[in-house]
């Protein structure tokens, strides 16, 4: 069965570095997001993104994150410049087409910034 | 801005009996809802859905019963089973959101043997 993957489970940072965050959506699937969930915190929208462009983003989606698909097949999560607070678990899914059907989720990789 | 909310933290069922676990919504846009499980350290798994224009949606043992008026939702585990015992989380989408998930705040069921 197709599934969503992300990598690296798990990224230990430092404050002020870089980060990359990779998935690869289900193969036919056409829109792809990013949600974090804090620690005992809700899981947030962070953005969507749709014909190689975002299609929506939220607040928490400030200029220090980016989004990408470079290659047709990964779909990734920069942030440029992390803070304490963007320590998170990290999800990408990714859904089918038009219209109201399901995002699947990838595993998720745990970001903690030190 | 709470808008998906299960105010039931946990909830504790004796295994073979019913489940039931609750939703609310304010933003009478959402058009489509989905309950999704969660193990610790795992990506949510989707476990049914059900469009707005439904009131009912039934896979095996999962029913999800929509009530519109009330902005309401209930996800129905029959007979509970111990791999049922995970976190479950409530999520509502809006066409014109690109169908954004608004997640709920979770409800923690455990299966008692």
């Known amino acids: 069965e197709p599934e969503v993957t992300q990598t690296p489970s798990h990224q230990v940072t430092q404050m002020g570095q870089e980060v990359i965050l990779r998935c690869v959506p289900i193969s036919n699937h056409l829109y792809f997001y990013w949600y974090r969930q804090i620690l005992g915190q809700k899981v947030e929208f962070l953005v969507s993104?749709?014909?190689?462009?975002?299609?929506?983003k939220s607040e928490i989606f400030d200029d220090q994150f980016s989004v990408e698909r470079p290659d047709g097949s990964n779909f990734t999560l920069k942030i440029r410049s992390t803070k304490l607070e963007d320590s998170a678990m990290y999800f990408c899914?990714?859904?089918?087409?038009?219209?109201?059907?399901?995002?699947?989720f990838g595993p998720g990789t745990r970001l903690t910034v030190l | 801005d709470q808008q998906v909310k299960q105010n039931s933290p946990s909830l504790s069922v004796q295994e073979g009996r019913i489940s039931i676990l609750n939703c609310d919504y304010t933003?009478?846009?959402?058009?489509?809802f989905l309950w999704y499980k969660k193990y610790p350290a795992e990506g949510p798994t989707f476990l049914i859905s059900?469009?707005?224009i439904k009131d009912k949606n039934e896979d095996g043992r999962f029913t999800v019963f929509l009530n519109k008026s009330a902005k309401h939702l209930s996800l129905h585990i029959v007979p509970s089973q111990p791999g049922d015992s995970a976190v479950y989380f409530c999520?509502?989408?809006?066409?014109?959101?690109?169908?954004?998930?608004?997640w709920g705040a979770g409800t923690k069921l455990i299966i008692k043997p």
């Open positions: 933003n009478s846009m959402f058009d489509y």
């Open positions: 993104f749709y014909n190689n462009e975002i299609s929506e």
């Open positions: 059900i469009s707005s």
């Open positions: 899914a990714s859904r089918r087409g038009q219209g109201p059907d399901t995002q699947y």
């Open positions: 999520a509502a989408s809006v066409m014109d959101s690109n169908y954004q998930l608004i």
